[in-house]
């Protein structure tokens, strides 16, 4: 049995250097005074590997075969995955009464494909409720033209997304229309029922270190709450990369504090931290 490593094992300069990598890689900035929220981070993933102390920790992540092992799962460790169904109520009242009446029409009514994404999904209860929503207003023809994709960089949390399973506390803001409708009482839980959990496809993606290509000609992109925690720099490169992937006159709603300047960024603000792609 390894013994614990002690308080003293994680030197502020080891601090900084496991900070440091957790910027360069996620866009989370950790402050200086989240000590010992790092010290107990840590500590589950070097008892999980069964090592002695933080100094071995580190030596490992700075290997190749390290790095590429391990460095998800401390990022896994690092990010705050709270989210709801249908979380704050007022941007899913304009998806109903604004958003979707417009994609309707440009869109779906065209017969044109509509592309939803929703980034930084956590367990899935944000896609979800807007799959919910789609799915209930759209023919069964209409649906085949919706395409919802859903990523977050923890693979854990993409797993438990992929189940669709909830317990009764997450579903509080859910409509008891939908409760009934779309989800089956399961080992104490809810299930979202198949016909609406497989319009949502879920995958791993880092919004600071990859391309988002993939994502041009998106229609509705929601980006909430997880950018509040990255740097400036980061935040930026991101806000640039969401303006970019909608298509013009597309839709991007933002967590309430994320505000960005978005007159001058071609972006129009609805209300709501709800924004519409608009020409510069
Ligand atoms: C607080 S949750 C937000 C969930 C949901 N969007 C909501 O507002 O209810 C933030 C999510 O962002 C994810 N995240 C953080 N940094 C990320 C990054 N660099 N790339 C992709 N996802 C990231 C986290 O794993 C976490 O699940």
């Known amino acids: ?88 109520q007022p941007q899913f009242e304009m998806l109903v009464s604004m958003i979707l009446p417009d994609l309707m029409k440009r869109r779906i009514m065209q017969g044109k494909p509509l592309n939803v994404v929703s980034f930084g999904c956590a367990t899935g209860e944000e896609p979800y409720s807007i799959a919910l929503l789609l799915y209930d207003r759209l023919s069964v023809s209409q649906r085949q033209l919706v395409r919802i994709r859903a990523v977050d960089l923890s693979e854990t949390l993409l797993s438990k997304a992929r189940e669709g399973l909830y317990e009764e506390s997450d579903l509080a803001n859910v409509p008891p229309i939908f409760l009934s409708q779309y989800f089956i009482r399961e080992n104490g839980g809810y299930r979202l029922i ?52 909608l298509r013009e006159n597309g839709y991007l709603v933002l967590g309430h504090t994320e505000i960005i300047n978005g007159d001058q960024n071609g972006l129009k603000h609805m209300g709501n931290m709800v924004y519409r792609k608009v020409n510069p």
């Open 1 to 88: 049995m390894k013994s614990t490593p002690e308080l003293v094992d994680l030197e502020k300069s080891d601090f900084d250097w496991f900070r440091e990598l957790i910027e360069r890689e996620s866009g989370i900035h950790i402050r200086e005074n989240k000590y010992m929220f790092m010290y107990n981070r840590l500590l589950r993933r070097i008892r999980n590997l069964g090592m002695d102390n933080f100094s071995q920790y580190k030596d490992y992540l700075r290997t190749g075969e390290g790095f590429e092992k391990e460095l998800g799962k401390l990022l896994e460790e690092i990010v705050i995955p709270e989210s709801s169904f249908f979380r704050y």
């Open 194 to 245: 198949s016909r609406v959990s497989q319009m949502v496809h879920f995958y791993k993606f880092n919004l600071v270190h990859e391309n988002w290509t993939r994502f041009n000609f998106s229609d509705l992109a929601f980006c909430r709450n997880t950018t509040i925690y990255f740097n400036k720099e980061a935040r930026h490169q991101v806000n640039y990369n969401l303006k970019n992937c």
